[in-house]
């Protein structure tokens, strides 16, 4: 996952921000947040304000926050499950040997534990033994989407800070329930920053017709599995080819908008996904 220190959370990132400079950081944090993604930033962020050499902290350009978010800083060190169900012991233990050892170019070490929902009873009781004897000037950040998960000593060893949704989540939230999508729908669709991503690939692909644009199909289509997903995907290509019609693109967009309309159509007679982005990527280069 690329770490954005520019994508924090905006008063999770100020209310510790404020901590730093009265010199009141804790010693754990336990970061709850629906987008586990944002809470990492946010993490990321803290470690490369407190490091940073720059003026305007953090600028994330100085030799710390370069090696901060590229994971090559030594005091600053991420554990997470990696793709596993579970986060194990021995990961925890890497932290406990770490713990022993002095900052290398840092005064505090930071330890990130992400998903820490996911840790099994041996590596959550290995983290309380660390959390209740921080030998080293450690700042140990959990990570998790759900606090109900998190063994109750650990909490109650922990700042727990809850990271509510953001205006911007809200109002992506409410431009889908206008658009049609129901509440579960939204909750099912979850985080579409890798979905945008790739979307905006492929209709730039399109519109300057590379032929990289049936690659980017198949692999779309293997992106949006749900039904949420690619009713999401195509409601994205909607919404950009209308603002290249309102603007500069016109062309474009219009020759996009009578495309997607016929997409609509394949949809509601059950052509398979990939058939569809197959057939806007063929049509688009006639």
Known sequence: MAIEISERSARPAAFLRQALDQHKLAHSYLFCAANGRAALNTAYWLACLFNCTGQNKPDGSCQN????????HPDVLLVGPEGKQSLGIDQIRLLKEEL????????TRFFLVNEA?????PAANALLNMLEEPIAPVVTIL???????????IRSRS???NFGASDQERDKSAWLIDNGFNDSEVAELGDTAKLDQATKYFYQELVEGSPLALVSAHKLAELAKSKPEQKYLVLWLKERAQKD?????????AR??????E????QYSNVSFRNILDYLALQWKR
């Open 65 to 72: 926050c370069r090696q901060i978010i590229a994971g090559n």
């Open 100 to 107: 022993a050892k002095s900052p290398v170019q840092s005064s």
């Open 117 to 121: 929902q996911k840790l099994t009873l």
């Open 143 to 153: 990570i998790t989407t759900n606090l109900d998960q998190i063994l109750p000593t």
């Open 159 to 161: 700042q727990i800070i």
């Open 245 to 253: 019609l309102n603007g500069e693109s016109q062309e474009e967009g």
């Open 256 to 261: 996009m908008l009578k495309y997607l309309l």
């Open 263 to 266: 997409i609509d159509r394949l």
